[in-house]
């Protein structure tokens, strides 16, 4: 399976990149009791700090709003998910735990204030490109409403869009059935390098942790 990020969105965000992380022979099952506490103490702690602050002071989340911005999404009405997920803290709405990969999901993605999107392979047909969507694009998205994602940053293989750094959708949705999956770090661009790469590594060794199986990483740009 190839991954590519298409010559639209690189002529728009030149230094755009994304960490792929690619999973096989995991289990995936309830969160253990260490992740569902780090996760819950981390969005208490965040809750007390940034209650009474605006989101969008956060130097991560702003710059993906100007992505959204650049690539002709209004990141008022389509946030980027990490910002969501920070929006709903902030209003002591705390996101409960899902499953154990989603649950990492949700954790690095608020720990690094970035989107991270994660699929079940098996339900990805062919190439993967990481592009800009036009008035044809469209699912049913992981939270139960149909999704229109015309200028929206979307991940398509040939069945068309699976995936967005807004929400993803039901088709590949990770459940505790999956055994091979995809996750897609969607990185700021300002990042160097090394430091997107000690990122991913960072989320792969506590995804493989907890789920087993082996793993594949690397740096789309």
């Not at 792929?20 to 506490?37: A, E, F, R």
Request: charge should be neutral; aromatic fraction near 10%.
């Amino acid at each position: 399976m190839n991954i590519n990020i298409s010559q639209t969105l690189k002529h728009i965000i030149p230094t755009f990149k994304v960490g792929v992380i690619t999973y096989n022979n995991i289990v995936v099952d309830d969160s253990p009791q260490m992740l569902k506490g780090r996760l819950q103490l981390f969005q208490e702690s965040i809750y007390f700090e940034w209650h009474e602050k605006p989101i969008i002071e956060m130097k991560e989340i702003n710059e993906w709003r100007q992505i959204f911005k650049a690539i002709g999404t209004d990141p008022s009405r389509y946030r980027p998910s990490s910002e969501s997920l920070y929006r709903r803290i902030q209003k002591q709405q705390f996101i409960p735990s899902i499953h154990s990969a989603a649950d990492i999901n949700n954790f690095f993605s608020l720990y690094y204030k970035i989107p991270i999107g994660i699929y079940d392979a098996d339900q990805i047909k062919g190439d993967i490109s990481i592009e800009v969507g036009t008035e044809e694009d469209q699912y049913q998205a992981i939270n139960g409403r149909h999704v229109q994602l015309a200028k929206k940053l979307i991940a398509k293989d040939e069945l068309g869009p699976f995936g967005s750094p807004i929400v993803d959708s039901e088709r590949t949705a990770v459940t505790y059935s999956t055994k091979q999956a995809i996750q897609i770090v969607y990185l700021s661009p300002a990042m160097e390098q090394t430091e997107c790469a000690k990122m991913i590594s960072s989320i792969q060794s506590m995804f493989t942790q907890i789920h087993g199986g082996e793993s594949t990483m690397k740096i789309i740009q």
